[in-house]
């Protein structure tokens, strides 16, 4: 951390994808069942992806470089009414950092492809981690507003977080 | 994004638990049944924990401000081989990024008291999401080298990754 309390990070890669804007963009993987992307991580950390192939998904940690600046209750896309930020998903963050278990379809050489991709073309690449169901899955835990929430199905991105 | 192409994100709050060293901590959540700690939200924030307290678990994302500089192939915790840094959940990352999914137990103003918790003590939190099985929980995914991993047990960390 530096003298005025910043931590910094720089991008290990990109993420390739169709999507070129917010509007239209799965919210979630399991809202992009159909989308393929392309993971380029920098040459320099190509030998850090070994073993990474036999995990059937992976987490990407990305940087919402497209978002607005964060507003601290949101109207998310899956609901009409507004919620705490910390509790949604929503891209404008006050760190906007991004988390997707997207598909691990193959690696090659220094490039991931995955599927069931939900983030921009172009999106910073801060960390890779594999998904570990021992570790991440939880699927009995009950989800507050989100159980409740009148958009159940997939859901796909509007403007309202976008950077105007 | 800076002109030196960093990426500046500063803590939003701070993560206190029994913990005062890597050595001996919980290496995950489902590694740390019975302890407690306590999350601290700067206190301007707090309106954005409105509604979290329906969600029974919470992503916590943290900086490991503790860890020594990151190698790019590593022996985790739950093997004796190394694996390629990107294969694993090692704490000693490019960017020193951690997630958690521990259990929420109770929120009173502006701290939340979370169970299963597997972070230091002192941590700089970066962000809170509420844990959705639904976007999250992917129980049947493959594990790698991990599902044939030596130690399948709760393990606990040593100091191989301290920053000396």
């Known amino acids: 951390m530096s003298n005025d309390n910043t931590i910094h990070f720089r991008p290990i890669g990109t993420i390739h994808s169709p999507f070129v804007e917010q509007?239209?963009?799965?919210?979630?993987?399991?809202?992009?069942?159909?989308?393929?992307?392309?993971?380029?991580?920098l040459?320099?950390?190509?030998?850090?992806?070994?073993?990474?192939?036999?995990?059937?998904?992976v987490w990407l940690i990305y940087w919402f470089d497209?978002?607005?600046?964060?507003e601290l209750t949101v109207v998310p896309y899956h609901d009409t009414k507004p919620h705490g930020l910390f509790a949604t998903?929503?891209?404008?963050?006050?760190?906007?950092?991004g988390m997707s278990p997207v598909r691990?379809?193959?690696i090659e050489?220094?490039?991931?492809?995955?599927?069931?991709?939900?983030?921009?073309?172009?999106?910073?690449l801060l960390d890779?981690?594999?998904?570990?169901?021992?570790?991440?899955?939880?699927p009995e835990a009950l989800s507050g507003w989100l159980g409740e929430?009148?958009?159940?199905?997939?859901?796909k991105a509007d403007s309202r977080f976008s950077r105007p």
Chains 1, 2 share one sequence.
């Open 89 to 97: 998903r929503a891209p404008a963050r006050i760190n906007g950092i």
């Open 104 to 106: 691990l379809l193959g």
């Open 149 to 155: 929430a009148p958009k159940q199905g997939p859901v």
């Open 109 to 124: 050489g220094n490039v991931l492809r995955v599927g069931e991709i939900d983030i921009l073309d172009g999106t910073p």
């Open 128 to 138: 890779i981690k594999p998904y570990v169901p021992k570790f991440d899955a939880y």
């Open 43 to 57: 040459p320099e950390y190509k030998p850090a992806l070994l073993d990474l192939g036999g995990f059937d998904r």
């Open 23 to 41: 509007s239209g963009t799965p919210t979630q993987p399991r809202s992009a069942p159909d989308t393929e992307g392309k993971v380029t991580v």
């Open 66 to 70: 497209r978002s607005r600046p964060a």
